[in-house]
């Protein structure tokens, strides 16, 4: 059972969280349908005067449509035993297959936040700002190290609930 606590309680170290462990994104549309992905890019923080984080998300992925069409989403972190799921929810498309099913996850509706039964921590946000990375924007970094004209779009989102088991 997950328990509700403060941002500032959130004790994953965010480093090995986010890069090493990986997460999933999930964002709801209106009509309920939803979409999942795997991600090891994305940080936490204060902006604004808020605590938020930042999620990735390259322009032809599925949930990119949702994450567009919708101001709330959450990053999911699995128990261990997991280690499928994050492979099927990263190669597999929602497009063409019911990826919970395969990975074998449950989903919960939380509102307007879907996150699984299988979580170990959730994280969810209101969207606060949207941007697509730019070419020209990058100094002491070939943007061609990581990009084919395929630049990710910046999600920052204020920390609304923290869940862990």
Known sequence: MLKQILPEQFGKNVFDAIGKQKMLITAKKQDGSYNTMTASWGGMGVLWNKNVFMCFIRPQRYTNEFAEQSDEITLCWLEDGFKDAYKICGSKSGRDCDKTA???????????????EQAEAVLCGKKLYV???KESGFIGLDP???Y??????????????????
């Open 102 to 116: 395969l990975a074998g996850l449950t989903p919960v509706i939380d509102g307007d936040f879907v996150y699984f």
């Open 131 to 133: 941007n697509k990375i």
């Open 144 to 146: 061609a190290l990581f």
């Open 148 to 165: 084919k004209d395929d630049y990710h779009i910046v999600y920052i989102y204020e920390i609304k609930k923290v869940l862990v088991k």
